[in-house]
């Protein structure tokens, strides 16, 4: 069973997710670039930025998009 706070969280990593998200295809039509130049540009397959864009969680493709497109991105883990 999920604890207040995590549920809190992931609602969280959500919301800043889609935020990075919405940077990322504002940025990438700024810059002129469709998906297919940008996959290419970050040597990923054109399907992951389809799907980045689409809302589904890649880390990598995230990162090289964003550091890419001038994104600055901080990442933040606690384990326990």
């Known amino acids: 069973m999920s604890s207040e ?17 919405h940077n990322i295809v504002q940025n990438r039509k700024q ?8 996959s290419k540009i970050i040597n990923v397959d ?10 589904r969680f890649d880390l990598i493709t995230l990162l090289k998009a964003s550091d890419l497109l ?8 606690e384990i326990e």
Do not use: M, P
Not at 31 to 38: C, G, P, R, S, V
Not at 46 to 55: C, D, N, V
């Open 5 to 21: 706070l995590e549920v809190q969280n992931i609602v969280y990593f959500n919301e800043k997710f889609k935020e990075i998200v």
């Open 31 to 38: 810059a002129n670039l469709t998906q297919d130049q940008l």
């Open 46 to 55: 054109r399907r992951k930025i389809i799907s980045l864009e689409a809302g």
């Open 70 to 77: 001038g994104i600055k991105i901080i990442l933040s883990f």
